[in-house]
């Protein structure tokens, strides 16, 4: 067997088990992707199986899939559970599921706030809670939180997603404070406007949208998925083992246009 080499030892993630949910497609299926491209074995979890057996078939590789609810808490102590019996302990934990509602804000109600708090805020730490005390009994271990550019910026009529996404950052900041001296480091990462099915489908008919986005792009062009893949990858890696605490925002440089 070839020695691998300092680069690979640095960003290589063989014999490392991956949880990543909302797998199963977008940013998700990216990052599961590229953990697998690096030797992580992955697990994708979301709420439809059609979907994950479509991702699963994608990836390649030693992949599986466990359907899972964020926004039903009570199951995910179980699935989580699961998961570890059959796969293995996790040691990277990819917080990626996501929702959002778009009303004006004096629109939205308490329902509509909590159907987004659910799977963002308190889906992803009670998951967390599940995983996180195994990692640091075991010495070591990554979580990472997708945050977004929205949580560092205002959009309208997003509140509840806005809100959301902005608790993310405290929820890296007090986690990576707390598990530091345990060996598990608590990161996250924001992207910026990500070339994904929604962008299209957003943008595809809106010759002046697009432009107004492109023209906040420092770098003039909208992101691939697989960036945020790889940036997954660094967080998780070797290479990021004194990094902890942050969110790394992966944007093109749109944030320095604001």
């Not at 599986?64 to 293995?88: C, H, V, Y």
């Not at 990554?142 to 809100?163: K, W």
């Not at 107004?212 to 909208?222: D, E, P, S």
Request: proline share 3%; charged share 20%.
């Amino acid at each position: 067997m070839t020695e691998p080499t300092p680069l690979e030892k640095a960003f290589g993630l063989s014999g490392k088990h991956a949880l990543v949910t909302g797998g199963g497609g977008g940013l998700g299926l990216a990052i599961a992707k590229a953990l697998a491209a690096a030797g992580a074995r992955v697990t994708v979890a979301g709420r439809r199986a059609d979907v994950l057996e479509a991702a699963k078939a994608e990836i390649g590789g030693d992949v599986a899939s466990r359907t899972m609810d964020l926004s039903d808490l009570a199951s995910l102590k179980d699935a989580a559970a699961d998961i570890e019996a059959s796969r293995g302990a996790v040691d990277i934990l990819v917080n990626n599921a996501g929702n959002t509602v778009k009303k004006p804000f004096e629109e939205q109600t308490a329902e509509d706030f909590d159907r987004v708090f659910d799977v963002h805020v308190r889906g992803a730490l009670e998951l967390t809670r599940c995983i996180i005390p195994g990692q640091a009994a075991r010495g070591g271990g990554s979580v990472i939180f997708l945050a977004s550019m929205t949580s560092f910026i205002g959009q309208p009529l997003v509140m509840g997603y806005t809100t959301a996404k902005s608790a993310l950052l405290g929820a890296v900041r007090g986690l990576s404070a707390e598990y530091a001296n345990r060996g598990v480091r608590v990161n996250g990462i924001a992207p910026g406007w990500i070339d994904t099915a929604l962008f299209r489908a957003a943008t595809s008919n809106d010759a002046t949208r697009l432009n107004k986005i492109l023209g906040r792009i420092q770098m003039g062009r909208v992101g691939q998925p697989e960036d945020i893949g790889w940036a997954a990858v660094f967080l998780a890696s070797p290479a990021a083992g004194y990094v902890t605490g942050q969110t790394l925002v992966v944007d093109g440089g749109a944030l320095v246009g604001f």
